[in-house]
């Protein structure tokens, strides 16, 4: 297949530098997660995280984009907020080995931030190689394609201008301008309804598995957990987001092992 | 004597009485669930046969329900997890438990509150079944497996039809 006229796909997204990354042959577990969408303003789903993290057995972990509700420079950093996240990843890759791809909500995390805790930042997307298993890994947003604006706006704040451009703002001035961006966003949103998060586009997903010769994708973003086949060579594993504040208590994990790949859901229990 | 709710089952009417003293917090929130019929068609969606049957989070088609905020852990009221009793179910955060509750179908002294640590909560006692103790057995006899991405979820529904609060 080519990436002609029959892909309603950007150049960018339709033939995406796909970075390779080879797990340790000494890991048994490795983990994913995304959309946590951490924020003060979400205490429970900050603790439940901090809490996982704590008591995970896996050898790696991996989040997948949007940690953050936001994130606007990594001088951000040193806020409380930022800075308790920050100690709870370093206290975590002491343990284990942890790993970051940017979501559309904290792509400006950046690598020194990141280094202080201890967390390698993944391109997206990546193709993982593990327990003889190739897994695609995306944070999801630049596969809908269908949301054309949202596809515009990205190519925007995704330049090296733009970042050079709103990094020189002040950070009082950063947090106005990503809390009016949010806003407009989320109107956006409810004036589309519930499909306005969209899915991602299949045949951009089944070209960017052919290329990478991964059979497996998982990705985040979408919120709408589920494990699938997308086409005939390709499954796909979508994360949940995380939300324990407003009593639902969702957070599901991705564990691949060499058995394969099993969905963690968080749950309320006995 | 404790408030007494009904909760008619598609498998028969459980009579459950409250601990309104031993378990305030619990109580006045699953009143308040009872009386906006948040518990009205939701499913029996976890079910372990000699272990307890819980309920009170998903619609029929498996959709999970909006709640309110999570309520405070009332496991160290002294009550116990023994067999019919009714107690809160929660996340692994001890103090999350909203609107899910479970029938305990077994003596589950491994739930009973130990010490305050995430570990140590436990899980809230707040009432016992008082009548229909044959429709909780019924419940938790069904054949089960796994639907959607959730385990042990009853291979034909069964629903609270309706809760209603015994004035």
């Known amino acids: 297949m080519t990436t002609g006229n029959s892909l309603p796909v950007t150049a960018d997204s339709a033939r995406p530098q796909i970075h390779e990354w080879n797990a340790s042959d000494q890991w048994r577990v490795i983990e994913f997660m995304s959309d946590l969408h951490l924020s003060p303003l979400a205490p429970a789903t900050s603790a439940a995280w901090a809490a996982h993290l704590q008591h995970t057995d896996a050898d790696a972990v991996v989040i997948l984009g949007d940690l953050f509700e936001v994130w606007v420079g990594d001088d951000a950093r040193c806020d409380a907020f930022e800075a308790r996240c920050l100690e709870v990843l370093a206290r975590t890759s002491a343990r284990c080995w942890v790993g970051f791809m940017a979501g559309n909500r904290d792509f400006l995390l950046g690598e020194s931030a990141l280094a202080d805790a201890g967390v390698t930042l993944l391109p997206d997307p990546t193709v993982l190689c593990a327990f003889g298993q190739r897994v695609l890994l995306t944070h999801g947003d630049a596969l809908c394609l269908a949301d054309v604006e949202y596809q515009r706006f990205r190519a925007e704040v ?20 990503a809390a009016a961006m949010r806003d407009a966003s989320e109107q956006r949103q409810r004036a589309r309804g519930r499909a306005a998060y969209g899915d991602i586009d299949s045949a951009a997903a089944a070209e960017w598995s052919r290329l990478a010769r991964a059979p497996v994708l998982i990705h985040g973003h979408t919120h709408q957990p589920v ?41 309320a229990t006995p | 004597m404790g408030t007494q709710v009904d909760l008619h089952t ?29 518990y009205d068609g939701t499913l029996f969606h976890r079910v372990i046969k000699g272990f307890m049957i819980q309920t009170g989070g998903f619609d029929a088609a498996l959709k999970q329900k909006l709640t309110d905020a999570p309520i405070a852990n009332e496991a160290n009221n002294g009550l116990t997890n023994e067999r019919y009793t009714i107690a809160m179910a929660r996340t692994g955060a001890p ?29 809230a006692v707040f009432g016992k079944v008082t009548s229909g103790h044959e429709h909780v057995d019924a419940i938790e006899a069904v054949r089960t497996g796994r639907r959607g991405l959730l385990d042990d979820v009853p291979v034909h529904d069964v ?3 309706k809760a209603v609060v015994a004035e």
């Open chain 1, 227 to 267: 494990s699938e086949p997308m086409t005939t060579a390709l499954t796909r594993h979508v994360l949940s987001d995380w939300h324990h504040d407003d009593g639902s208590a969702r957070g599901d994990t991705l564990r691949l092992s060499a058995a394969g790949i099993r969905r963690s859901i968080a749950r």
């Open chain 1, 158 to 177: 995704r330049s090296p201008a733009w970042r050079a451009q709103f990094l020189s703002r002040s950070l009082v001035e950063r947090r106005q301008l």
């Open chain 2, 159 to 161: 629903v609270i039809v």
């Open chain 2, 10 to 38: 598609s498998l028969g009417v459980i009579g459950v009485e409250l601990d309104d003293a031993k378990a305030p917090v619990s109580t006045a929130n699953f009143l308040k669930y009872v009386r906006k019929g948040h």
């Open chain 2, 95 to 123: 103090h999350s438990a909203t609107a899910q509750f479970f029938i305990n179908a077994a003596d589950n002294a491994f739930l009973n509150f130990k010490s305050e640590s995430p570990q140590g909560w436990g899980y």
